[in-house]
């Protein structure tokens, strides 16, 4: 047993502890707590005492959206102020590098796991449209849901197409950390009929969960109430439009519901155009909300309603989408840009956003997303400039790799 001593703990479950310490026992936190008149330092248990100093010790945290086999697009698609355009550059980029499982693509997924670890993620939400990121996953130190997400607007055949997923799906070795489940890539862009495939096939394995973006454009929204708009002629363009598609009406958010489609298994990512009364109907249904703030800022979504989404109940959880749209994979950066957008929002709750949030909805709470005896130990270790401060808003101030180390690693 090692018994770490630190100038603040952070178990998340409950506030900052000032000269904490956390006993860890063959990669589980065994107990954690304030010093007390005696500490435990000295105590006739035989665990090793490690003092770390000026740091704050807090869980690993979770990166809950993010798709790492476009890490090879990074800086490759330029900010743009539509989001269809963006989506253009994006589709222009792919184009230019066919195979999708390539060495550079491959290159640039082991570069993103190592980035991902060094800034102190401990669980990621990936969306693949190969499923070519799984198995090096399965070679990190990450615990993962891989979700295989489906594009599909016009489907002749959709259960065909949710089947043939399904069993790529079952091929494939999961392990003790790593999962694979399905997606839905968005309302305007998949079939209602394999929306419901999908979510057959979700209900058929009861602790998977699914995800889907969800009211992130002005066009999506627009696409969704009239079926004409920017996205419609992107359909058109690409050969995908189906003519016997009859647009619902109201938003984003009303579609997937009345279609059955969201639960408390389900993602929903950016959200940057919910009304609060699309909000209520998320934070009804359970579903958890994954905003990821300099994503929206870079294709053109526009800012997200952060405020709101806590205002609102729904759970909230943080990714920070590819690196075709964000700098790094750096979800201490996501949360400073929360902050900026949010500056009431408590500290607090950005990091239960960033840490046990996102464990909830990807399935991992058991094991991850607080410091709670019996959990694994995948702490980190955040230094701080003194210990004399208020460590909560230190942390969603935007935190570098060069300041976090994984304390096993000590
Ligand atoms: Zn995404």
Redesign the pocket.
Known sequence: MIRYHAAWVLPIAEPAIRNGWIAVDRGRIAAYGSPGPAGPRGSADGAQEVDLGDVVVLPGLCNA???LELSYLRDEVPPASQFVTWIRGVMAARRSRPDPSGPEILEAIEDALEESAACGTAIVGD?SNTLVSFEPLTRSPLAAVVFYELIRFNAPDPNAVVDQAQQQIDALAPTARVRASLAAHAPYSVAPLVLRAIRQAIDRRPFLPCSV?LSESAEEVEFIRSGGGPWRVLLEEIGSWDPRWVPPGGSPVDFLADSGFLDNRVLA??GVQMTDADLQKLAARGATLVT?PR?NGHTGAGAPPIADFYASGVRVAI?T??LASAPDLNVFAEMATMRALAPRVPAASLLESATIEGARALGFDADYGTIEPGKVARLLAVTLPSSNIDVEEYLVGGIEPEQITWIEDN
């Open positions: 959206h993010t798709h969306i973006h990512v950016h990821c994503s990714g989408d590819s």
